[in-house]
């Protein structure tokens, strides 16, 4: 074993051991936000035949490899988070292990001046920085943003096995000839740059610009060129190319992803890049000290004038600085274009959900940390002193206790929320997602006053006023709870929740047809159970109309068709209608299914046998 095998073997263990240690405590968070929907109210990720399909709407929208990894944990797993959290954490580990291999590779092909850090040194640095700073956690313990985490192992792998392809070619000549093996070998690691590059594109949609940014590496570290590079490797690139088409299939199977991003979405585009200035200099800002790291900005108004000017200039600015570099084949000029142009499919492309989100920083936060240890080292040398590695390690330190930190925020859905709506007081989903987890604590007035306060906020926000009708019928208070509940449905037609809480407040008025009106209403919103059709078919009973009751009862029975109370009910429905016969056949039914059912058999003497 070499030299250099061991201090790689001792760099890897470095760390997994560190991710280990940084995310220990992040294997029991529960379910939050995005994760209820993607995850234990998925159905398609039960069975292996659907996982192909994600739901419309979701964070696995369009992203069947994501969708796919998350099938392997139910199967595993269930909904035990323990499983879902591990795999993460394995994702992100996995990721610094690539990330430490490119900058190795990177940095041994740069001159380096004598005194400075060692190219495995370096990459190891860089990649501690990066796998333990506080702004990863979202993509890791929170767990349907694996999104990005997993979009992230895939692009770098993508990078990775290009690197490592190259490096075959340069070792290939012996006494003037090409090794076989080694081209070989160089094939092989560029069908492994394709095959990671076409799952990333399955996973999220930022992975489209990988294929450019492969191609700009090609220029400033390997080949001096693009149209050198495309000569050497035309064929590469256009396969490379050629997984942007399982991107675009993907978007248009949804366009705007349910309606959460797109320029259809009802937020004007100058107004969504308006915001976007600043978020990157708040990126930016966290990356350097993550002191106030936020789950959930919301929704954002575009900044003052004068904001928005001085961010705009600043960022336009470090923008051009990083093109004029990378023009210049500068690899501070391909750190830049790394860090805006993973940014810009999410900063260009109006979210109407989310106008800045920590996530976005997965990928980006490399560039920054690669930036700083090469700061430290430069200091070093110029100071003449073995000062990086303990101000390196230091860091990393400070990195890691406020990961732990952080993590620990994460441990309830109630203590994430506190946090976010402590951060963000304008944010009307903060509030909202706080008022459920009161509620579901038991403190109804509590949730009932972050519900209002979010209706305040946004006025036409439908699940503000749907979750406050819902505290306020719980309280009693049935007159404000139903002018809530009226309100969630004019701005939400299509929301069934709100539908089945106002039939629960007409029913218990004795309003029936009111009932079966909003019950009817909420099984046209969704696909519902028996019981839902059961209860509609009540409601349609006590408002005396038997006909489409018995209708509906069928419907219950369709879907279950062993219930001997369906059976029963849908007796005394078409009883109702002067449907003797059909009736004596229900009847006998529940019996068969239920001989001592009193009720069945009392209305089947009713009726004679």
Not at 236 to 254: E, G, K, N, Q
Not at 257 to 272: D, H, K, L, Q, V
Not at 400 to 412: F, I, K, M
Request: hydrophobic share 50%.
């Amino acid at each position: 074993m070499t030299g250099a095998f061991k201090r790689q073997c001792g760099a890897a263990a470095i760390l997994v051991l560190a991710g280990g240690i940084a995310y220990h405590n992040s294997l029991h968070g529960p379910l939050v936000f995005d994760d209820l929907p993607s995850i234990r109210d998925n159905g398609t990720i039960r069975q292996f035949a659907t996982v192909l399909r994600p739901p419309s709407g979701m964070t696995v929208d369009a992203r069947p490899v994501l969708n796919a990894s998350l099938a392997l944990n139910y199967a595993w797993g269930g909904l035990d988070v323990v499983g879902y959290h591990l795999v993460n954490v394995a994702i992100h580990i996995a990721g610094a292990l690539v990330l430490f291999g490119i900058i190795r590779r990177t940095m041994a092909r740069l001159s380096r001046r004598e005194g400075g850090l060692s190219p495995s040194d370096f990459a190891l640095a860089v990649s501690v920085l990066w796998l333990v700073h506080p702004l990863q956690t979202e993509s890791v313990t929170y767990i349907v943003q694996r999104a990005e985490s997993l979009m992230g192992l895939l692009y770098l792998l993508t990078l990775y096995f290009f690197i490592r392809s190259v490096d075959s070619e340069s070792s290939t000549q012996v006494s003037g000839l090409r090794s076989q093996v080694s081209a070989k070998s160089g094939f092989r690691f560029q069908v492994f740059a394709v095959a990671a590059c076409a799952l990333s594109m399955g996973t999220k949609e930022v992975a489209a610009t990988a294929p450019i940014l492969v191609l700009l590496y090609d220029r400033t570290f390997v080949s001096g060129g693009f149209r050198e590079a495309l000569r050497l490797r035309g064929r590469f690139y256009a396969a490379l190319a050629a997984t942007w088409i399982i991107v675009i299939l993907l978007t248009l199977s949804s366009p705007g992803r349910g309606g959460s991003t797109g320029f259809g979405n009802g937020i004007s585009w100058p107004a969504y890049i308006a915001t976007q200035f600043p978020a990157i200099l708040r990126y930016l800002r966290l990356a350097i000290w993550p002191d106030r790291l936020v789950f959930d900005y919301g929704p954002e108004n575009p900044p003052s004038l004068p904001v928005l000017l001085i961010s705009a200039l600043l960022v336009l600015g470090a923008l051009a600085a990083a093109l004029a570099a990378a023009w210049r084949k500068s690899p501070w000029g391909f750190l830049g274009v790394w860090f805006f142009a993973i940014l810009a499919p999410t900063s260009l492309v109006p979210g109407m959900m989310q106008m800045t989100a920590e996530h976005r920083m997965y990928l980006p936060l490399a560039a920054v940390a690669v930036a700083a240890v090469a700061g430290a080292d430069f200091a070093a040398r110029r100071v003449r002193r073995r000062i990086a590695g303990p101000a390196i390690a230091a860091a990393a330190a400070a990195l890691l206790a406020c990961t732990l930190a952080r993590n620990e925020t994460y441990g309830t859905g109630w203590s994430l929320w506190i946090d976010t709506v402590a951060k963000r007081p304008e944010n009307p989903f903060a509030h909202v997602n706080l008022g459920v987890e009161e509620f579901l604590r038991g403190n109804i007035a509590l949730a009932g006053e972050q519900f209002a306060l979010a209706a305040r906020l946004r006025p036409d926000y439908a699940a503000a006023h749907r979750n406050l009708g819902g505290s306020l019928l719980k309280m009693g208070r049935r007159k404000e709870a139903r002018r809530e509940l009226e309100a969630a449905i004019r701005l939400d037609p299509e929301n069934p929740i709100a539908h089945d809480d106002l039939a629960s407040l007409l029913a218990s008025e004795g309003d029936w047809a009111g009932t079966a009106l909003q019950l009817a209403a909420a099984l046209k919103a969704e696909r519902a159970d028996a019981g839902e059709h059961s209860r509609l078919a009540e409601a349609l009973l006590m408002s005396d109309r038997p006909g489409p009751a018995a209708a509906e009862y069928a419907e219950c029975l369709r879907i279950r068709p062993n219930d001997p109370d369906a059976h029963n009910n849908r007796g005394v429905a078409l009883l109702r209608t002067g449907d003797t016969a059909g009736a004596r056949a229900e009847f006998q039914a529940a019996l068969r299914l239920k001989p001592d059912d009193a009720d069945a058999r009392r209305n089947l003497a009713g009726i004679g046998n």
